[in-house]
C-alpha cells in the first residue's frame, strides 16, 4: 500500500485533451499509484486522442449538455458492476470566437458555458451517485482568481463553480448514503495548457504571473495535478467544501517590490 491508499480503486476522469491537461497529469498520477481508470470525451475523435495516452482504460462519449447521456454512462457502468472512489471534473467551455467586452456577453454564450464549466458539475454528479463508494471525493478545476478579466466571462462562472462546490458538499452530506462524500476544487493560478492558449491576451498574463509567484517559476500543471490526486485519495478525508489554492504564493504576493519597480 503506498501512502494515497487507492491500490485498485476506480476513478471517472474528464477532460483529458492532451499532454498538457490537468486531467492528464492526475490521471498519470493515478495510474502510478495502482488505481484504475474511466474516462470520458466529447467525440470519437476525442476518444481515439486519449485511447492512445491510456490504451488500457475504459473511454465513453459523454455529452454534458444531454442529461440522457449521463443516465446512459451512469448504467452502462452499473452494468460493468462498477464503484467509483472518484470523479475529477475538469470540464469548462467558453464561445471564444465571439468574444466581446464583459457587458456586451450574449445570453446564449453565457447559458452554454454555464452550464457546460459548472453546473454540470452538480449533474454529473447526481447521475453518477449510485456508483459511488461510500467515502468517494469528487474534485473539480477552477481558477486562482476569479476576477481576473483575461479569463472574460469565465471569471463569474468559475465563481459560480466555486460556490457550486460548497453547496453540492453541504446536500450530499445531508443525506445518509452519501455523508461520506466530499466535494472540493483545486484553484490553480495560470497554465501553460492548450486550452488557456485560446484566450485573447491570456500569454501576457500568464507571464504578469510568473512575476507575482514568490519563486519567479510559473506554476507547473503537474503541481496542480498532484494536489488534485491527493484530493481524490482518502488521505484528504478532513477536506470538503473546499478551494484549494495552487498558486505558487501569487495571491500573497500582488505587490511583489520588483513588480512594482518594473524590474526583472
Same mark, same amino acid.
Given at each position: 500500500m503506498n501512502f494515497l491508499n487507492i491500490d485498485e480503486k476506480t476513478f471517472l476522469i474528464t477532460g483529458v485533451s492532451n499532454?498538457?491537461?490537468?486531467?492528464?497529469?492526475?490521471?498519470?498520477?493515478?495510474?502510478?499509484?495502482?488505481?484504475?481508470?474511466?474516462?470520458?470525451?466529447?467525440? $470519437?475523435?476525442? %476518444?481515439?486522442?486519449?485511447? !492512445?495516452?491510456f490504451p488500457d482504460s475504459d473511454i465513453f462519449i459523454?455529452?454534458? @449538455?444531454?442529461?440522457?447521456?449521463?443516465?446512459?454512462?451512469?448504467?452502462?457502468?452499473?452494468?460493468?458492476?462498477?464503484?467509483l472512489s472518484g470523479i475529477l471534473h475538469s470540464i469548462a467551455f467558453a464561445n471564444l470566437t465571439r468574444m466581446a467586452p464583459f457587458h456586451a456577453t450574449s445570453w446564449e454564450d453565457f447559458s452554454e458555458a454555464t452550464q457546460i464549466s459548472s453546473f454540470s458539475l452538480v449533474e454529473l454528479t447526481n447521475a453518477l451517485l449510485p456508483l459511488l463508494e461510500v467515502d468517494a471525493s469528487i474534485v473539480t478545476i477552477s481558477i486562482s482568481d476569479t476576477k481576473a478579466t483575461s479569463y472574460g466571462y469565465m471569471g463569474p462562472i468559475?465563481?459560480?463553480?466555486?460556490?457550486?462546490?460548497?453547496?453540492?458538499?453541504? $446536500?450530499?452530506? %445531508?443525506?445518509?448514503?452519501? !455523508?461520506?462524500?466530499?466535494?472540493?476544487?483545486v484553484c490553480a493560478g495560470p497554465l @501553460?495548457?492548450?486550452?488557456?492558449?485560446?484566450?485573447?491576451?491570456?500569454?501576457?498574463?500568464?507571464?504578469?504571473?510568473?512575476?507575482?509567484?514568490?519563486?519567479?517559476?510559473a506554476l507547473a500543471t503537474a503541481e496542480v495535478a498532484d494536489t488534485v490526486t491527493f484530493l481524490l485519495s482518502p488521505r484528504s478525508s478532513g477536506i470538503n467544501a473546499t478551494g484549494i489554492l495552487v498558486d505558487a504564493g501569487m495571491r500573497s504576493n500582488h505587490f511583489d517590490s520588483s513588480v512594482v519597480k518594473g524590474t526583472n
Open positions: 499532454k498538457k491537461s490537468v486531467a492528464y497529469f492526475s490521471a498519470k498520477n493515478l495510474l502510478e499509484s495502482g488505481a484504475k481508470l474511466i474516462f470520458t470525451v466529447q467525440s $470519437s475523435e476525442h %476518444e481515439q486522442r486519449v485511447s !492512445k495516452l459523454l455529452d454534458v @449538455k444531454n442529461t440522457s447521456s449521463m443516465t446512459e454512462l451512469c448504467n452502462v457502468l452499473q452494468e460493468k458492476k462498477i464503484r468559475k465563481a459560480m463553480l466555486d460556490a457550486t462546490v460548497s453547496y453540492l458538499a453541504k $446536500s450530499l452530506s %445531508e443525506n445518509e448514503s452519501t !455523508k461520506f462524500n466530499r466535494v472540493n476544487a @501553460k495548457t492548450s486550452a488557456s492558449a485560446g484566450i485573447p491576451g491570456y500569454i501576457d498574463s500568464y507571464i504578469f504571473a510568473e512575476k507575482l509567484t514568490m519563486r519567479k517559476k
